[in-house]
């Protein structure tokens, strides 16, 4: 029993010790969180049949945010956004006073985890990546950028 144990802990180890990508200080980006009413596409009347049709039309609020790089290292050549689920959003050469403009969605979905709800901002060069910026929105409407609170819809 121990040696399959000394086994299974020196497989997972390395898994455990692995480098993480270290935040951007905060001194090296500008971060803007913008919202404008938008109207939500909404689903064709022939396709639905509901009893109460009573719903509501108009404009809901929608969220984007833009990152404007400040300071680049040396190693940090590139530039991704991926949002939670793994999808690339954005790909470009990293520059300073570039502004990297992401559409984050509505707020309530934003809020309620429906869809996409967070975001990396990540550096990188050949030879990988060297710092993210996490944009992630909670359930209560808190916007964190790398943990600390931004913003609340």
Request: glycine residues 6%; proline residues 4%; contains cysteine.
């Amino acid at each position: 029993m121990i040696y399959a144990m000394k086994w299974i802990f020196c497989l997972l180890f390395p898994l455990l010790i692995q480098n993480q990508v270290p935040f951007k200080p905060k001194e090296e980006f500008e971060f803007k969180l913008d919202s404008e009413f938008k109207t939500k596409p909404g689903v064709e009347k022939s396709d639905v049949t509901f009893k109460d049709q009573n719903f509501a039309s108009g404009k809901l609020p929608h969220a984007s945010f833009t990152i404007i790089p400040i300071k680049l290292n040396d190693d940090e050549a590139r530039v991704r956004v991926e949002n939670n689920r793994g999808e690339k959003m954005y790909v470009r050469k990293a520059s300073i006073g570039n502004e990297i403009t992401i559409e984050m969605g509505f707020t309530d979905d934003l809020k309620d985890h429906i869809s996409v709800y967070g975001f990396d901002v990540i550096f990188y060069s050949k030879s990988g990546d060297t710092s993210v910026i996490k944009v992630y929105v909670q359930e209560d409407g808190t916007v964190l950028v790398n943990g600390e609170k931004k913003w609340k819809f």
